[in-house]
Each structure stands twice: as structure tokens, then as C-alpha cells.
């Protein structure tokens, strides 16, 4: 899920009681819940939080409910089940043509327009929404959430400059990123990507940049070049392996 409700009314009800800091922590954990719709694993949970293990244990024992395969929170799962479901309904309505066509409105339409000129203007028009529908949610031709991977981004590189629009270039860089490997193909790749960019002091934005780059920052554009992916890929293994 690329957003998800937050009822306020219910939110200060059950929340009331926490710090800024563990208002924080279950924030993080639930953003992080809900982009990849499933538990989240224990050995990671600290991690997601940004390393803050007391707070991160305390929001953890209250809110979520432990399982073998992760923490779980009751209602983050029945909001993506209505979300999957709602998205299993609009496929198969697209399957059937969709909605029925307002047919007296665009036959005015198509009237007046070709009247005023000709029907390469409406053409543009269908081909641009084409393309914005497309920008919306992987196909079975491109199958590749360049969106998601944008808001994951965003939700995780707090200090860095946002994603606004995932424009052609950045599909290039994205597409080019995820065929750059097997494993680079599923979103728990890319989330565990920008978590370890988080906790890099150079990559999210804290520094200290030096030597003419005083004013310079990493952004979506430089964390997706392959020689940065690669390299932070590469130190994560070999610590991943120091640790065992």
C-alpha cells in the first residue's frame, strides 16, 4: 500500500500516553507495515525503528502481537485485506471494460471538438491519459513498481530532498536498478536498501561534507546509480557476515 488511513480520533485515543519518541517508532513501524503488507521481522524491527531498541520493544509489545513469522498489528492487516480486495475488484472491472460509458457526453464532445478542429486533439488526449494511468501501478508489460519504490524512499530518507514525480528519467534509473540483479527484484530488497542508506551517515544526508561539497546532499537520483547501490550492497554483506 502506497498510503493508508490514519483516524485521529482513534490514533490519540490508543496513543496518548506516548513520548514524541515513541510516537515516532510507531510511526516508522507502521509505514514500514504497510508498504510491504506483511509481520515484521523481529531481527529487523529494531532497525526499522531507526535503532531505538527500548522505545521500539515497548511500541512493539503494546500495538503489535508477536507470531513466528513477525510482529503483526490487527488492524494494519484488515485495511490491507479491503485494500487487496478493493484492488481485486477494480481489475476485474477492467477486465469487463470498466465503468459504462457517459455516451451522450462524449458524443457531445466528440461533436464539438471535431467541429472546432479535428480529432488529433482527442487522440493527445486519450494518449496522455494513457500514460498517466500507467505511471500509476505496474503492468504485466512493465512490471516494475517504480512508485513504490519512490515512496519507500521517501518514508525512509527523511532528511534527504523528496520524490515529487517519478518522471521518465527516473524510470530509467529505477528500471535500469531493479534488471541490475535477481535479487533486486521485489520490494524487501529495495526497503532493506534504504535503511542501510539511512544509517549511513554520508547517504542520508548528516555528513560531514567536505572539500567544495559543503552544500552538497545525496538524493533519489544519486542513492539509485548503480555504483552506489552496488557499493552499499557490498559493505552490508561483508557486515552482515562479520556479525555471524
Request: hydrophobic content about 30%; some cysteine.
Amino acid at each position: 500500500m502506497n498510503y493508508y488511513k490514519r483516524h485521529l480520533g482513534d490514533y490519540a485515543r490508543d496513543t496518548g500516553h506516548l513520548s514524541a519518541l515513541e510516537h515516532g517508532v510507531y510511526t516508522l513501524l507502521l509505514d514500514w507495515y504497510y508498504v510491504n503488507e506483511k509481520p515484521i521481522p523481529e531481527d529487523r524491527a529494531v532497525r526499522i525503528a531507526r535503532g531505538n531498541h527500548e522505545e521500539t520493544m515497548m511500541v512493539l509489545n503494546e500495538f503489535f502481537k508477536p507470531t513466528a513469522k513477525g510482529w503483526v498489528h490487527s488492524r494494519a492487516d484488515r485495511e490491507i485485506r479491503e485494500y487487496i480486495a478493493k484492488a481485486e475488484k477494480n481489475r476485474e472491472s477492467g477486465k469487463l471494460g470498466g465503468r459504462p460509458k457517459k455516451t451522450i457526453m462524449v458524443s457531445e464532445r466528440l461533436a464539438n471538438e471535431t467541429l472546432a478542429t479535428s480529432h488529433k486533439p482527442i487522440e493527445e488526449e486519450k494518449a496522455k491519459a494513457c500514460a498517466s494511468s500507467a505511471d500509476e501501478a505496474p503492468t504485466r508489460s512493465d512490471p516494475i513498481p517504480y512508485q513504490r519504490i519512490a515512496d519507500l524512499y521517501n518514508q525512509t530518507m527523511r532528511l534527504l530532498p523528496k520524490v515529487a514525480k517519478v518522471n521518465t528519467a527516473r524510470k530509467t534509473l529505477i528500471r535500469k536498478a531493479w534488471q541490475d540483479g535477481d535479487e533486486r527484484k521485489s520490494l524487501e530488497f529495495w526497503t532493506a536498501y534504504f535503511e542501510e542508506c539511512e544509517a549511513n551517515n554520508f547517504l542520508n544526508g548528516k555528513g560531514p561534507y567536505t572539500n567544495g561539497h559543503e552544500n552538497w546532499r545525496p538524493d533519489f537520483d544519486y542513492l539509485m546509480q548503480g555504483k552506489t547501490i552496488l557499493r552499499t550492497y557490498e559493505k552490508a554483506l561483508t557486515r552482515m557476515e562479520q556479525e555471524q
